[in-house]
């Protein structure tokens, strides 16, 4: 079962889709003081971290992460910040009528009163439906969905990167091959030059099981088993490429 954002009201899920949005999932810290702060900051009555317990990426703002490695991390102490709470998670909770708690609640109704003042006075401009590109009335929403972009952007970026390492190794060819089995005394000149007429053949993932060997790739794999058998066994078991199994050669030739 997918691991999903503890916060309220997300529905966040670690899949693929969202993987590919650039959502991370973060677990709750193991230091105790960091834990209690995360779990007060959810604003969720009752609620305890476990061990399998996680936030999405959504929730924090794009400096609390570190994307120098392969793995996007939280960086230490960070906590998260950004939430849509509903009115009555807004507000402090009654069970807590301390001195300070009741300042404090004061203090957010004052504000409350003169942001809803300055709405009255000053009205803010209503969002035009008409045109999908209108930027969204909350900054916290515009910059949760530029913290998104730019994940993406960050996603493509690697996947590129794969893409043109595996196009790379799609393109290695006997020739390079045989080079590299000459310096290692895996074969003689005389095999060289039989299998300098393949030199053009690629050696890709194209040819992996499920799918059907050309007559050139099958014709390569029988001379240099028959006469390089070290060679064949190199290239198929330390360098991994997709040599058909021995067993398969065999019934070939019958």
Not at 90 to 103: P, V, Y
Not at 164 to 171: F, G, H, I, N, V
Not at 231 to 253: I, M
Request: net charge positive; with cysteine.
């Amino acid at each position: 079962m997918p691991e999903h954002c503890a916060a309220y009201k997300c529905s966040n899920r670690r899949t693929s889709a969202n993987r590919a949005r650039g959502i991370t999932f973060h677990k709750f810290p193991k230091d105790k003081d960091v834990r209690k702060k995360w779990e007060v900051a959810l604003r969720r009555e009752g609620f305890t971290a476990s061990s399998s317990s996680v936030l999405c990426s959504q929730h924090f703002k794009e400096g609390d992460f570190d994307r120098t490695g392969q793995i996007v991390r939280l960086r230490d102490g960070v906590i998260p910040s950004i939430f849509s709470f509903s009115v009555h998670l807004q507000r402090l909770e009654k069970g807590r009528a301390t001195s300070t708690s009741r300042r404090a609640e004061e203090s957010l109704s004052v504000a409350s009163q003169d942001s809803q003042q300055m709405a009255t006075s000053h009205p803010q401009p209503q969002p035009n439906d008409d045109h999908g590109y209108a930027l969204p009335a909350s900054p916290t929403t515009l910059k949760t969905r530029l913290n998104e972009a730019l994940a993406r952007v960050e996603s493509l970026e690697r996947e590129k990167k794969n893409a043109m390492a595996r196009e790379k190794r799609a393109k290695t060819t006997v020739k390079s091959l045989l080079g590299d089995l000459r310096e290692m005394n895996l074969i003689n000149e005389e095999l060289n030059e039989k299998l300098e007429f393949y030199s053009d053949l690629q050696i890709d993932v194209m040819a992996k099981q499920g799918h059907e060997y050309t007559k050139d790739y099958r014709e390569f794999a029988l001379a240099l088993h028959l006469h390089g058998p070290n060679a064949y066994k190199y290239l198929r078991e330390t360098r991994h490429f997709p040599l058909p199994h021995p067993h398969t050669l065999q019934r070939w030739l019958r």
